[in-house]
C-alpha cells in the first residue's frame, strides 16, 4: 500500500530494513578492526617505563564503548531481520502486533542514538503506521518494552571501574605485556565509573627533562623535594629526608670556633731596587690666568713676548699686569705669588 502523501508504505519500508542490515554489518567490521588497533595502542601505553596507565584507562573505556555499540547493532539486525521478514504482518494489521512492539519500538529508540540513516526513515514510517503516540512511549520506553540489552549498550553512562580493569589486564594477559595496576580499587569503587584522572603517571618536565622526579604512592603523585643547606655545599643528589654531613674541615674545631687561614706575606728585597729604574713623570703646570710673559715650568719654551706698550694705560695710573689680570713685581724684585708656588714645587721636585 503506497501513499502519495508521506504515510506508511511497505515497498519502502522493507528495502529501508535490507539496507539497514548490510549497514549495521559493516559498521561492526570497520570497529572490529579499529579495536584490534586500539588493543594493541592500549598494551604499548602499558608497556612503557612508566606506564601510561591513566591514558591506557581512557582509552579501555572507549574500546568498551565500541564494543557495546557492535552488540548494539548486532542486536538491532536481528530485529530488522526479523521485521523484514514480518512485512506482510505489520501492513496488514492496524495496531502493532504484540510480539512485535519490543522490535518496532526498540529501533525507534536506536534511531535517535546510533548513526545509521536507514533507521530515521525507518521510524518515520512506523510514526505513520502507528500514530505519534506509539512513537513517544517508544522513545521514553513507557511499560519497559524496549530491549534491555539494547538500552544498556546504549546507555550515555560510562562503564564500571571493575570492567575497565578488566579489559586492562586481558590485553596484558593477550599481548604479554608484564603489568600490575598501580590503583587498587576499594569495594565501593567496583560498580562507580572510573574516577577522572589525577596525573600521577605523567612525566615531569617532559619537554626539557629537568624537571623534578615525580613518585606515585597509592595513586597520588608525590614530588621528592631538594633542599639545601644555607652554609653547606650544595649536593643535587641529597634527597629532602637525607641528614646532611659537612666534609672534614681542619680549620673548624668541634667547638664552632673559626679559625682564619695562615697566608704567607712576600718579602721583597731592597738591595735588589735600582733607584735608576725609576722615571720620574713629567708635570704639566699651567701658566697664570692671562699672564704673558711667564712660561710653562715642564713644558716647551715659549716664544718671547713683546714688550708692553704704553698706550693701553689708564688715567689711574695702573700698569699692563694689572689690566691683563697679572701679579705685580714686589720691592725687593721677587716674583709673583704665582712664580713662587712654581719655585717651591721645582724645588720639592728635585729633592
Known amino acids: 500500500m503506497f501513499d502519495m502523501f508521506g504515510g506508511y508504505s511497505e515497498s519502502k519500508l522493507k528495502p529501508q530494513l535490507k539496507m539497514a542490515v548490510s549497514r549495521f554489518g559493516i559498521a561492526s567490521n570497520k570497529k572490529s578492526a579499529l579495536l584490534k588497533q586500539s588493543m594493541r595502542e592500549i598494551a604499548v601505553l602499558l608497556a612503557e617505563d612508566p606506564p601510561k596507565e591513566e591514558k591506557a584507562r581512557i582509552k579501555?573505556?572507549?574500546?568498551?564503548?565500541?564494543?557495546?555499540?557492535?552488540?548494539?547493532?548486532?542486536?538491532?539486525?536481528?530485529?530488522?531481520?526479523?521485521?523484514?521478514?514480518?512485512?506482510?504482518?505489520?501492513?496488514?494489521?492496524?495496531?502493532?502486533?504484540?510480539?512485535?512492539?519490543?522490535?518496532?519500538?526498540?529501533?525507534?529508540?536506536?534511531?535517535?542514538?546510533?548513526?545509521?540513516?536507514?533507521?530515521?526513515?525507518?521510524?518515520?514510517?512506523?510514526?505513520?503506521?502507528?500514530?505519534?503516540?506509539?512513537?513517544?512511549?517508544?522513545?521514553?520506553?513507557?511499560?519497559?518494552?524496549?530491549?534491555?540489552?539494547?538500552?544498556?549498550?546504549?546507555?550515555?553512562?560510562?562503564?564500571?571501574?571493575?570492567?575497565?580493569?578488566?579489559?586492562?589486564?586481558?590485553?596484558?594477559?593477550?599481548?604479554?605485556?608484564?603489568?600490575?595496576?598501580?590503583?587498587?580499587?576499594?569495594?565501593?569503587q567496583i560498580g562507580e565509573p572510573m574516577a577522572p584522572p589525577k596525573g600521577f603517571s605523567v612525566e615531569a618536565g617532559r619537554g626539557t627533562g629537568l624537571g623534578p622526579v615525580i613518585a606515585t604512592n597509592g595513586g597520588t603523585a608525590v614530588e621528592e623535594d631538594i633542599t639545601m643547606a644555607s652554609s653547606a655545599e650544595y649536593n643535587p643528589s641529597a634527597k629532602a629526608t637525607a641528614e646532611y654531613i659537612p666534609e672534614y674541615n681542619p680549620s673548624v674545631k668541634t667547638s664552632g670556633e673559626y679559625i682564619p687561614p695562615i697566608v704567607e706575606s712576600a718579602v721583597v728585597d731592597a738591595t735588589k731596587i735600582d733607584p735608576n729604574d725609576f722615571v720620574e713623570p713629567d708635570i704639566f703646570i699651567p701658566a697664570a690666568p692671562g699672564s704673558t710673559t711667564k712660561k710653562d715650568i715642564a713644558g716647551p719654551p715659549s716664544a718671547p713676548s713683546a714688550p708692553p706698550t704704553n698706550s693701553t694705560s689708564s688715567t689711574n695710573g695702573k700698569g699692563d699686569d694689572d689690566e691683563n689680570g697679572g701679579a705685580q713685581a714686589s720691592s725687593d724684585g721677587k716674583r709673583s705669588t704665582y712664580d713662587d708656588l712654581a719655585a717651591r714645587f721645582d724645588n720639592l721636585k728635585n729633592l
Do not use: H
Request: proline residues 5%; aromatic residues 8%; hydrophobic residues 40%.
Open 60 to 188: 579501555a573505556e572507549a574500546l568498551i564503548r565500541d564494543d557495546y555499540m557492535i552488540e548494539a547493532y548486532d542486536i538491532l539486525s536481528l530485529n530488522c531481520d526479523l521485521l523484514s521478514e514480518r512485512i506482510k504482518l505489520l501492513s496488514y494489521s492496524k495496531e502493532c502486533p504484540p510480539d512485535l512492539i519490543s522490535c518496532v519500538s526498540t529501533l525507534i529508540y536506536a534511531s535517535a542514538r546510533i548513526d545509521i540513516p536507514e533507521l530515521v526513515t525507518i521510524r518515520k514510517q512506523f510514526r505513520a503506521k502507528y500514530g505519534k503516540k506509539f512513537e513517544e512511549d517508544a522513545l521514553n520506553n513507557v511499560k519497559n518494552v524496549l530491549n534491555e540489552r539494547v538500552v544498556t549498550k546504549l546507555s550515555v553512562q560510562p562503564p564500571a571501574a571493575y570492567l575497565v580493569q578488566t579489559y586492562l589486564e586481558t590485553i596484558c594477559e593477550k599481548y604479554e605485556v608484564d603489568w600490575s595496576p598501580t590503583i587498587r580499587l576499594q569495594a565501593t
